[in-house]
C-alpha cells in the first residue's frame, strides 16, 4: 500500500535526542517530515481515527492521547465523545467522516451488529475507506463478521487488521492489553508502534478470522472460570467454609490468576461495577460454541456456562460486570435451604 508508519505526533522540535532514541528503542518511530527523502520540510500530521467509546474504546482512545497520537473519535452516543475532546481529540461526525480524514482508524465496538453497521450503514467507513487508509477491528467478534469487512474493505482498496484483545478496562487503561491480530501484515506492521501503546503484548495470527477465533476460545475459558469460581464460593459457603478463606488458599496454589485475585473480594461483597459487561461474555460464549458446532467440538462445560450467563442476562444483569453471574449460581444453589 506503500503507507509509511504510524508515528506518534510529538512535534519534532520539542523531541530532543535522547528522547527520540528512546522512543526509537521502544520502536515507536517519529513522523518524517515532508522532505526527509522527498521535497518540502513541514510535519505531516499524522491522524489515528477511533470509533466506539465504550468502557474499552474510551480507555484505549485516551491512551494513544496521553502518547501524542492526534485521535478523531466518534461515538453512536456523540456526547460521550466530549471526554475525549478535554483531552484533545477531535469529533468525526460520522465513521465515513472519521475514515475520510484518518490514514487509521482503530474500531471497538459491542457485538457483531455494531461491528457490521459501523462500516456498512450510511455514513459508515466504506464510503470512505479506499487505497492508503487502514480499517483496523479491536471489537470481539466471529471469524465470519470479519472476513466480510476484510471483504468489503479490501474490494474498496484499503487494508484490514481484525485485532481483539484480551484484558479488561484496567488493562485498557494501563496500556496493558494482549491484542490477537491478524489479517493485512503490512498494515499490521505500521500499527505495531500504536498496538505497543494499547497494550503488552500483540501476537500475530495469520489470516482474518485467527484473531477472532483465539479471542472466542480464550474467553470461552475465562467464562467457564468465572462459573466454576462462582460455584465454589457458594459451595464453601454452603459447607460451612469461609468463601474468603477460599480466596486465599486459590490465591497460593496452581490455580491462582489475576482474574480470581481482582473479582473474587469483590463478588463476595456483592459488587458489580462493569469493567466486563455480562451481556458481551454471553456473546462471547455464543459466539465460541458456534466455533465449536462448526468444528464439531463437543463443549458441555462452556454449554452450561453460557446458561448461567443467559440466565444472568433474563434477570437483568446484562449491564453489571460478568462476575454477577455469582448472583445466578447463588440462586440456583438454593436460599439458605439444605
Ligand atoms: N470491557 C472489557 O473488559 C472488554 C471488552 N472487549 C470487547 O470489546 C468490545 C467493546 O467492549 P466495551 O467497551 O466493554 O463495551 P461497551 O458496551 O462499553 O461499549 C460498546 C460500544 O459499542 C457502541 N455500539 C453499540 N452498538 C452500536 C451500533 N449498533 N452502532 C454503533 N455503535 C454501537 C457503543 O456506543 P454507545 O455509546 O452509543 O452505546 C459503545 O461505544 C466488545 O466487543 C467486547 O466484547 C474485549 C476485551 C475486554
Ligand atoms: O474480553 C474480556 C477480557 O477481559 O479480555
Redesign the pocket.
Known amino acids: 500500500m506503500g503507507r509509511t508508519q504510524l508515528h506518534k505526533c510529538i512535534p519534532a522540535v520539542a523531541a530532543s535526542r535522547t528522547q527520540r532514541r528512546g522512543e526509537e528503542r521502544r520502536g515507536i518511530s517519529f513522523r518524517k517530515k515532508r522532505g526527509e527523502g522527498g521535497a518540502g520540510g513541514e510535519e505531516v500530521e499524522m491522524e489515528v481515527g477511533f470509533?466506539?467509546?465504550?468502557?474499552?474504546?474510551?480507555?484505549m482512545a485516551t491512551n494513544l492521547l496521553r502518547h501524542g497520537y492526534r485521535v478523531t473519535v466518534w461515538?453512536?452516543?456523540?456526547a460521550?465523545c466530549q471526554e475525549l475532546v478535554a483531552l484533545g481529540a477531535t469529533v468525526g461526525e460520522t465513521?465515513a467522516a472519521v475514515v475520510a480524514k484518518c490514514r487509521y482508524t482503530i474500531a471497538?465496538?459491542?457485538?457483531p451488529?455494531?461491528?457490521l453497521?459501523?462500516v456498512f450503514?450510511k455514513d459508515g467507513v466504506l464510503e470512505q475507506i479506499g487505497d492508503g487508509k487502514g480499517y483496523i477491528d479491536?471489537?470481539?467478534?466471529d471469524a465470519a463478521t470479519s472476513s466480510k469487512i476484510s471483504e468489503a474493505v479490501k474490494q474498496k482498496g484499503g487494508a484490514f487488521v481484525e485485532a481483539?484483545?484480551?484484558?479488561?478496562?484496567k488493562?485498557?487503561e494501563d496500556g496493558q492489553?494482549v491484542i490477537l491480530a491478524a489479517g493485512d501484515k503490512t498494515l499490521y506492521d505500521e500499527m505495531v508502534p500504536a498496538f505497543d501503546v494499547l497494550g503488552k503484548k500483540s501476537f500475530f495470527l495469520g489470516e482474518i478470522g485467527n484473531g477472532a477465533k483465539m479471542?472466542l476460545v480464550v474467553?470461552m475459558i475465562m467464562g467457564s472460570m468465572m462459573n466454576s469460581l462462582s460455584e465454589g464460593l457458594c459451595l464453601a459457603d454452603k459447607s460451612g467454609l469461609s468463601p474468603q478463606t477460599l480466596l486465599d488458599v486459590l490465591d497460593l496454589g496452581a490455580i491462582a490468576n489475576p482474574m480470581f485475585k481482582l473479582k473474587g473480594p469483590a463478588m463476595l461483597q456483592g459488587s458489580y461495577s462493569?469493567?466486563?459487561?455480562l451481556?458481551?461474555?454471553q456473546?462471547?460464549m455464543r459466539l465460541a460454541l458456534a466455533l465449536g458446532d462448526e468444528n464439531a467440538v463437543s463443549m458441555p462445560v462452556s454449554a452450561a456456562a453460557n446458561e448461567a450467563f443467559k440466565k444472568a442476562r433474563s434477570l437483568g444483569l446484562g449491564?453489571l460486570d460478568f462476575s454477577a453471574v455469582y448472583e445466578v449460581v447463588k440462586g440456583a444453589g438454593g436460599s439458605g435451604q439444605a
Open positions: 470509533l466506539g467509546l465504550g468502557i474499552m474504546g474510551k480507555a461515538n453512536r452516543t456523540i460521550k465513521p471497538m465496538l459491542s457485538d451488529s455494531a461491528a453497521s459501523v450503514d479491536m471489537s470481539t467478534v481483539p484483545v484480551s484484558g479488561s478496562k488493562p485498557a492489553l479471542k474467553n462493569p469493567a466486563f459487561p451481556k458481551h461474555q456473546k462471547d449491564d
